[in-house]
């Protein structure tokens, strides 16, 4: 192959593999021994599949996989070896096994397993013990369309075992090993163990390879790369599936290519690499990767195939995008005439559209295509898979995404006549075919969609004749049936997802007690079948219905009602650990993904904070030291899952952190954004003015916590508070726009300062540390004003993700060395900035050890030269950059390209292999936040985390003047000569700019603010 990977012990993880290989290519299953490729039926994905309730977004993230491959596809039939020997006549052990092959391909899992466990035992008893093994390899499967997990291991750990007794010349013994390996690691992989399924794939791709099959050993290949994706290393997966496209790119046209075309295209897509906006992207061709893959040149003659280059720097399928590499599966596929996979593949190409669509335009703002362009690109996607497809299943999906594109219209228009015709076309279709798990799932799909339209429905007051009104009987009816189906079948998995359901319909009719049985009921099928994905779903919804219990009782019992707060805060706290049990954060997979972080992640965390320190819920309860600290604790967490979110991967390492432990004279400050208030957090230290203060028993030794609530702040006016500020503060303004700017600040300082203003300075305090949340994260905490003096005038400020991302060792600085870097000229669309060579000057002459790389030195290239060779603390970066709410628009820029997060995080953590002591500080000072953007600051604090330094400073805002070298070379002569903190060397750069006539105004002197480890 082109590049062949080896990995180690990997402990980062995230997003689960979404493709299983075609059924279209016979050579994969023509002798009816599957391998127990995955289903994106069994296995929660990464893009949450139809287990999942997300009524919010249920065409999101129901992406179907793109073969079309049913659970049945999965069971292993004889072993090819029989062809050998004399096959035996029908026994009653194997019309067993058939008998239990057409229940699990009916999708009767527990009648499934009763049969094979009964062809388990006569095989035994007959002292057949191959295909003994070959049934306990089935029964796994089995067990694992259930959710059973104890008895799928018991089932394949046995059958290894009685692979690993047999003679070694037992005819069949290792290809039957080697299937049964696969289902092991099928297994593991759904448990979350993902670096043992890809070492347990490594031994059946070592097999096929040794013995010539190529079809099977691509087949393993596709397994261990999608256990690559659930890792986190999604540009190795698609690095090797890029290597494996083009060694296949000499072979004839195939069906395998187009597998291959597909994996690669769902791997972008996962990876956030969607490609060209308009959908019409040139086909990727994989001829001009071979070369750039294999590090030789193309030939001369084939002009063709030259690799395309941008800048001297390759494109690689990264660059291309999702769609691209889609679409010429979608053309392959067209040209070797595979229905079903032009149907599938047309399914990802509309869900791309579909994605888009919905998310405009916070997803990407540059985007020139309207929302009704992409829903009609999206449709037509859809309509192609309902024209190809071969399966009812694929065809009622298309349509189930269709429905949503009708309602998210109709919401518009107020034309509901379309998704009135779309559903009644789903809901024959359901009826005239047998019940299956997928049926089921779709069912519940179309109930959960049937809620948003009578949602929305009765918030505009719509009413037509002609539209037959949705009432919430029909919803449960729909659902009743559907729970009815899961029963007949055994499939308690589906049950748990069916009845959340039916649970969340009471729950919007009011009919709380009926709801509560529901989902109680849900909960205890999900904990049975260990289904995560769907426990932390119905641990929220229970959460919510004791909160409404409580509203209900008022004043009327406070017993009960503080009963029903523990309830709900239990409640709260397992969904909360369930999601954690997933290992991959379900917000942390793709870009619609992303969306469904704030829909349903996200609100469970605020809605246990909320609950915590609402005193009206019992009334007049006291929110206790506990309650403080699991609130602090439950913010740390969301935040820390948000960034996982942003960055599509869990890639940060967390860690507990005592603040005392790091700096007894910092007092750490949570604000909280609530939908309805503003609530503070102070983390204080311990002091005897404050002992009245309320204590958290977990640090009642060490610290304090306070707690002060802004009722009557919800957060569309904070959000609206900060968008003025903003405005204000990125201008040169005059003497009455600065009177408003410094209005508008004071408010903030009320909200967040005031109320502890004075056990702040009672408590020694020398610095405050941020950990901000929603929009006040793109203001400077450093210029609130109390109405006389800036806050930077009387502490050091600092920002932090949370405590559990910032380093605690001491820094380690015995002899200050600068790697500088930097941009005067303009590149691209951005300005020139004429005072970076002068800051660069200014830093050299007061920084004695020092090297420098300006313009056109300063590419990427001699970058990572410098990087790699040089041990520097310290790494100054004056260049363009920005932060944005996207990954794709979180990027430095150098004189050859744009260097994302990722790049420089493996830049610089690259180095730190070779270099003998770790970045103690990383400098940004030209970069920007994109301003009305209240989730911008993800990527300056993603910035911050991902690139490994300890402490780095950055600008919220591009300051085209002198002041930034100023303050950039007041700040070193500070905290070199007089050995202060960072944030102390920091609030005396800007200190000496507000003394300065002419740098005074927070324009200048704001925009620096320093993240992480602030000593």
Known sequence: MGRRFKYGLMAIATALFCLVATPAIAHFNSDHVHSGHVSSEQVSSGHVHSEQVHSEQVHSEQVSSVSGDTPESALLESTPMESALTRPRLTTAQGLVDQGRDRYEAGQFQAAVRLLQQAVDTHAANGQFLQQAIALSNLSLAYQALGDWAGATIAIETGLDILNGLPGDTVGQAAVSAQAL??????????????????????????????????????????????????????????????????????????????????????????????NPALNAAPFNAAPFNAALSNTAPAASSSATAIPMDNGVPILPQDLGATSVLTQALALAQKLGLRDAIASTSMHLGDIAYNQAINLPEINPRLMLSQGDWFEQATAFYQEAIAQSTQPAVQTNARLRQ?????????????????????????????SVSPTRTTIHQRVQLAQTLIQVKQTMAASAFSDPAIQPIQWSDIATLLATANQQAEALGDDRVRAYVLGTLGHVYEQANRQAEAVRLTQQALRFALATNASDITYQWYWQLARLRQQEIQQLGNNDAAIAAQKREEAITAYQQAIAAIKQLRVDLAAVDQAAQFSFRSNIEPIHRGLVSLLLDSNLPPDTDVSGEDLELARQTIEDLQ???????????????????????????????????????????????????????????????????????????????????????????????????????????????????????????????????????????????????????????????LTPGLQLTESTPPDVQELDVLLGGLSESREDFLALPNVEDELARITDTVASSRKLLDEQFTNRAVQRQFNASSSPVVHLATHGNFGNQYDDTYLLTWDTRLNIRELSTLLQSSELSRQRPIELLVLSACQTAAGDKRAALGLAGMAVRSGARSTIATLWTVYDESTALAMQNFYDVWVTKGVTKAEALRQAQQTLIATPEFNLPYYWAPFILLGNWL
């Not at 690559?228 to 190795?236: I, V, W």
């Not at 429905?403 to 009826?431: E, F, G, K, P, Y």
């Open 182 to 275: 696969t289902i092991q690691g099928r297994l593991q992989f759904a448990q979350g163990q993902f670096q043992s399924a890809f070492d347990t794939w490594q031994q059946v791709t070592d097999y096929h390879q040794q013995q010539g099959d190529d079809a099977k050993r691509l087949e393993s290949q596709l397994n261990q790369i999608q256990a690559l994706q659930a890792l986190g290393f999604y540009n190795q997966a698609i690095d090797q599936l890029t290597a494996i496209h083009v060694d296949l790119a000499a072979q004839p046209d195939s069906p395998t290519k187009v597998v291959v075309l597909q994996h690669l295209g769902n791997a972008l897509r996962v990876a956030g690499y969607l490609g």
């Open 640 to 798: 820390l899952a948000e960034l996982d979110n942003f960055f599509r991967e869990s890639c940060l390492n967390a860690q507990d952190i005592e603040i005392d432990d790091l700096d007894q004279q910092a007092a750490v400050i949570y604000p909280i954004v609530l939908g309805d208030r503003l609530e503070v957090i102070l983390s204080l230290p311990e002091t005897s003015a404050s002992e009245v203060a309320t204590k958290s028993s977990s640090t009642a030794d060490k610290r304090t916590l306070r707690h002060f609530s802004q009722a009557d702040l919800p957060e569309s006016q904070v959000d609206e508070q900060v968008a003025g500020i903003q405005q204000l503060m990125r201008a040169r303004l005059s003497a009455s726009g600065e009177r408003q700017l410094k209005f508008r600040l004071a408010e903030v300082y009320d909200w967040l300062i005031r109320p502890f203003a004075d056990e702040l300075q009672a408590s020694g305090t020398e610095t405050l540390v941020f950990v901000l949340d929603g929009s006040l994260r793109n203001i400077p905490m450093a210029a609130l004003f109390d109405g006389d003096r800036y806050l930077i005038e009387q502490y050091s400020v600092a």
């Open 403 to 431: 429905l949503d594109i009708a309602i998210a219209t109709a919401i518009t228009t107020a034309d509901w006549a379309s998704a009135q015709r779309l559903r009644t076309q789903i809901q024959l279709q359901l009826q």
